[in-house]
């Protein structure tokens, strides 16, 4: 696999170059516009760093350092689209449904005037269904780059 550097700045333009899917070289189906963050290489703090203080300063280090670069364009293949619709979907019904599960047994709990032990179960299901759907909402975002991300070392230069 061909590795290709793009620059920030072309990128934000929309100058991704042919009408491709990036991570599977297939045609692109449709394009998105989002962000992507650089990932800023940090020190690792020493035992005696560990206050709050330093902590402080290392992430206003860590924001000094954080570029965002907004991508127009990308191009998606069409096994991409399909792995974000029903990621994002599986997330939204997850964490909605968690959600209304939760509410459902407070609400069912606040109701009956005598304790319901088993009113537990739907109430710890469905934080943790709430909960769970970050895992969904992750795999159905935008496209993983290869690794080697092309865009690290053009974003940590603007």
């Not at 042919?18 to 290489?41: L, M, T």
């Not at 690792?44 to 290392?58: D, Q, V």
């Not at 019904?93 to 609400?107: E, N, Q, R």
């Not at 606040?110 to 992750?138: K, N, Q, R, T």
Request: aromatic letters at 6%; a positive charge.
């Amino acid at each position: 696999m061909e590795m290709m550097e793009l620059s920030a700045a072309a990128v934000a333009q929309g100058d991704v170059p042919g009408s491709v899917c990036v991570r599977h070289g297939r045609p692109a189906a449709r394009h998105v516009d989002f962000v992507i963050k650089s990932r800023p290489v940090m020190r690792r703090p020493g035992a005696l760093e560990t206050n709050l203080l330093s902590m402080a300063a290392r992430m206003g280090e860590y924001g000094r350092r954080l570029v965002v670069v907004r991508a127009k364009r990308w191009p998606l293949c069409d096994r991409c689209v399909r792995i974000r619709f029903a990621g994002l979907l599986l997330a939204t019904v997850m964490f909605w449904g968690g959600l209304v599960s939760v509410a459902t047994a407070v609400v069912w709990r606040v109701a009956s005037d005598s304790s319901v032990p088993w009113l537990m179960v739907p109430f710890g299901g469905g934080l943790l269904l709430a909960l769970a759907s970050v895992g969904p909402f992750v795999w159905g975002s935008l496209p993983r780059l290869p690794e080697p991300p092309p865009l690290k070392t053009a974003c940590r230069s603007l």
